[in-house]
């Protein structure tokens, strides 16, 4: 079920009726919720989800007490990861054939990751284990079920087990939360949505001249992240509304100066997710020297972009991404005096052209398409298509600015001043009235069914 679609407003508003029912009653009928979004995935997508849950729910009881009983459970999760997402990738093609037609599970690249984060916390001793009941709604919990963000349990387990035992939503959350939710409609069905059908024209063939490829890359990369951080807003917005917190995914990507600080804004996450249980345990850190330490970064960035999809250019995507990170690093001492700003312009456009492999079809597309980024050739009409390039451009970089300042803790402040009835009243309707804004294209949300 799409979060743009008027039908998840009542998924929402039964939700938000259910954290207030008296205490314990709250936390099951709030499951029950969860589970029929779910349920709208299809009978095969909710019946592997539910035995998936129970199937680590009872290897998280033993895990603690069997070595052998967790790395069982983190290889069951991951052979089905790899089966459901990558058989067309590596198995044969005869063979890959016959599995065509079984659809990736929805959201099960982030539930599985939920479920491999508790499981290897509860074996270190960073978690607890929880009944079967919460569990549940801990991996189920609908907002942050198919497109994330990846949270902990510690994070949400806590937040989840007072619904067991009573909590009152504060009205600045619900204002929050609606405004979050308006914000990543905003930002799906006006921005999003829109640069849809100009993109896919753009990466329909290798453009033919420099500008209208580099307009391309650049107009992809505001549309992936419109897409991605509004379905995030909405998630946290949805949260918020049931008085839980989710924790934040986006801040600003765009405006980082070098890769490392763009990792700590995109897909927050995901990149704290792939330090703490692949980064750091393989000794990207310290241990095994620097040929070591470079291997496991580029290594994990290549695990990163595989984990987007079964294609090569999500491998190259990722692979690329840490060279980038690692030239950084060795070249951090030698340009620590250049400005910031002409930093994040050369950062930035290492970021787009990296894009084009994340967007491209295949490896030989992105190729030519790079290639036509840096032949300088220029349309006929160069002057006019120059300039109405660098206006949009422009223009989605300030969006992108102004974005930055309503995340400031002055402007939170100010926003919870206005937390009165009548201006929430105006929030929900707007985000009622752009549910309902004629949609004639279908453009789903890019991450779902990763």
Known sequence: ??????????????????????????????????????????????????????????????????????????????????????????????????????????????????????????????????????????????????????????????????????????????????????????????????????????????????????????????????????????????????????????RTPYLAADPREFWQRWHITLSYWIRDYLYIPLGGRREGGPAWQATVLIGVMVLAGLWHGANWTFVAWGGLWGVYILIWRLLAPSISSVPVVAKWAVHIQVVMVLWVFFRAPDIGFALRYIGQMFTFELPVASRQVVVAGVVGCAGLMGLHWLESLTQQASAILRLRRMAHPVVIGIVAGLCLLLLLFPNYDINPFIYFRF
Request: charged share 15%; aromatic share 16%.
């Open 1 to 250: 079920m799409s979060f743009d679609n008027p039908i998840f407003l009542l998924v929402l508003l039964a939700s938000a009726a259910a954290v207030r029912l008296p205490s314990g009653l709250a936390g099951w009928s709030l499951l029950a919720i969860c589970a029929v979004f779910y349920f709208f995935a299809g009978i095969f997508d909710f019946s592997l989800f539910v035995a998936i849950i129970i199937v680590n729910w009872v290897a998280a009881t033993l895990v603690r007490r069997s070595r052998l009983i967790f790395w069982l459970a983190i290889a069951g999760n991951l052979a089905i990861l790899v089966f459901f997402k990558y058989r067309e990738m590596l198995l044969p093609e005869a063979v890959a054939g016959d599995f065509r037609r079984i659809a990736i599970p929805l959201g099960i690249s982030f539930y599985l990751f939920h479920i491999l984060a508790y499981l290897a916390d509860l074996r270190m001793g960073r978690t607890r284990l929880v009944g079967l009941h919460k569990f549940s709604l801990f991996v189920g919990f609908f907002p942050h079920l198919i497109a994330g963000p990846i949270v902990r349990a510690n994070q949400l387990v806590p937040q989840l087990e007072r619904l067991w035992h009573g909590q009152r939503v504060r009205r600045h959350l619900v204002f929050f939360g609606l405004a979050l939710c308006l914000l990543g409609l905003v930002k799906k069905i006006v921005f999003s949505n829109s640069l849809a059908p100009v993109v896919d024209d753009l990466f329909h063939t290798v453009p033919s001249d420099m500008l209208t490829a580099w307009a391309g890359a650049w107009l992809f990369g505001f549309q992936i992240y419109f897409d991605f951080s509004g379905y995030t807003d909405i998630a946290l917005g949805s949260a918020m509304l049931l008085g839980l917190r989710l924790p934040t995914n986006f």
